[in-house]
């Protein structure tokens, strides 16, 4: 069948222009969707990428620490691998904070319903939520940085071993103002090097982590000793029960 055709001004023929609506120009939500879509791509890429990197490297600093660092002019961090911190050490920021550390993935559910049940009082995070706090995220209570703690703690517990986790949990946690992990803790209060540590002297720092800005180490006050009594046998129990054994 063939297709009408109009004639020009100057005589020539021209296909008729097709009846029918234009083309629609692209859909303000589709648009939205599509890039909202790659942003979280990118997102969950990126976090992968981190949560690799440092399952190799030591992580060169952390918001918390960054942000110290500008208050204060200067903070005091000296990265020791593992292998060069007396194993009670170990053993006791583990039994100080986490007991059930080598039995769950990331999320201790007893801890967190005694934590809820007690109005708060105590926490409920696990060494893996705390370091995933401290290495990528921010301090502070908002539903946003637990939501992403949330999300990122079980890659770090997939990505990295049991003792990489207790290793830069020691490394970046806060002893003192302005004092980060343990080589310069135990330099800091002891005058030791972390290899050096005893078990009263591994105790005493787990027991100040908490609150170390109020506590001291090498001048505990009665309710520091207390606990660091506590956490040194916590330390002996999880060594003897096989509970310490996924990270030694």
Known sequence: MRVAKAKTAKGKATPAKATGKARPGPRPIRWLKRWVWRGLFAAVVFVAM???LYALVPPPTTIYMWQEKQRLGSIEQIWVAADDVAPVMLRSVVAAEDANYCTHWGFDVTA????IEGGGQR???TISQQVVKNVYLWHGRTYLRKALEA?????VEAAWSKR???EVYLNVAEFDEGVFGIGAASQHYFGLRPSQLNATQAARLAAIL???KS???SNPSNFVRRRAAQIRD???TIQRDGRADCFE
């Not at 999300?151 to 890659?155: D, K, R």
Request: hydrophobic residues 50%; proline residues 11%.
């Open 112 to 115: 967190l319903r005694a934590a």
């Open 215 to 217: 506590r001291s180490a």
């Open 151 to 155: 999300l990122i703690t079980p890659a």
């Open 123 to 125: 926490g409920g995070s």
């Open 50 to 52: 981190m949560v690799g």
């Open 164 to 166: 990489r986790i207790v």
């Open 234 to 236: 916590g330390a002996a």
């Open 210 to 212: 908490p609150a170390p």
